[in-house]
Antibody, heavy 113, light 110 residues
Framework: QAQLLQSGAEVKKPGASVRVSCKASGYNFMTYFMYWVRQAPGQGLEWVGWINPQSGGTKLAQKFQGRVTLTRDTSITTGYMDFNNLRPDDTAMYYC??????WGQGTLVTVSS | DIVMTQSPRSLSVTLGQPASISCRSSQSLVHKNGNTYLIWFHQRPGQSPRRLIYQVSNRDSGVPDRFSGSGSVTDFTLRISRVEAEDVGIYYCMQGTYLTTFGQGTRLEI
């Protein structure tokens, strides 16, 4: 049974950076892309990007290019989303997902002065 | 960018009655490999999304057979044959043929 365990909620000031982690277990970490999706309060789902754990290759939605970096540490089967220069409208629940089939519990990132 | 448009945006259904949600893409979702990467998700309040259907019509493991997906090219439909109380929430379509785009969501209530 695949499980994805995300890091805890974060509160950041505008302009700050945040790292969200996603610890994967119960499946071959190298075999499935890890997706990152966010959901602003009361809003719909928005694709942030994905990482291929095998190669480390990534693809980001255009609006996040330059502010988001996706990485992984295969030795501990964990993916990371680094988000810099945060703005208040980046306040959202951030989800990681194993190929969109299994999802983490979400990490709430609040950006407020 | 591909735009995914769902309709209706909200749906009120009587228990045991059918429900249908439409999803239209702004361009063909047929990949050059011949597959169509159209997915349906369900999200209950306060929960993570759950994938129901992948590649238009394939149900995920554990998804009740009252859920079915159909369509092709740019027009897709999710059908629930007999709505149950646990089906409330928001349904999203998503295309994965050209990067990834979600529809705006359809809220289903009883």
């Amino acid at each position: 049974q695949a499980q994805l365990l995300q890091s805890g909620a974060e509160v950041k000031k505008p302009g700050a950076s945040v790292r969200v982690s996603c610890k994967a277990s119960g499946y071959n970490f190298m075999t499935y892309f890890m997706y990152w999706v966010r959901q602003a309060p009361g809003q719909g789902l928005e694709w942030v990007g994905w990482i291929n754990p095998q190669s480390g290759g990534t693809k980001l939605a255009q609006k996040f290019q330059g502010r988001v970096t996706l990485t992984r540490d295969t030795s501990i089967t964990t993916g990371y989303m680094d988000f810099n220069n945060l703005r208040p409208d980046d306040t959202a629940m951030y989800y990681c997902s194993r190929d969109l089939g299994d999802w983490g519990q979400g990490t709430l990132v609040t950006v407020s002065s | 960018d591909i735009v995914m448009t769902q309709s209706p945006r909200s749906l009120s259904v009587t228990l045991g009655q059918p429900a249908s949600i439409s999803c239209r893409s702004s361009q063909s979702l047929v990949h050059k490999n011949g597959n169509t990467y159209l997915i349906w998700f369900h999200q209950r309040p306060g929960q993570s999304p759950r994938r129901l259907i992948y590649q238009v019509s394939n149900r995920d493991s554990g998804v009740p057979d009252r859920f079915s997906g159909s369509g092709s090219v740019t027009d897709f439909t999710l059908r629930i044959s007999r709505v149950e109380a646990e089906d409330v929430g928001i349904y999203y379509c998503m295309q994965g043929t050209y990067l990834t785009t979600f529809g705006q969501g359809t809220r289903l209530e009883i």
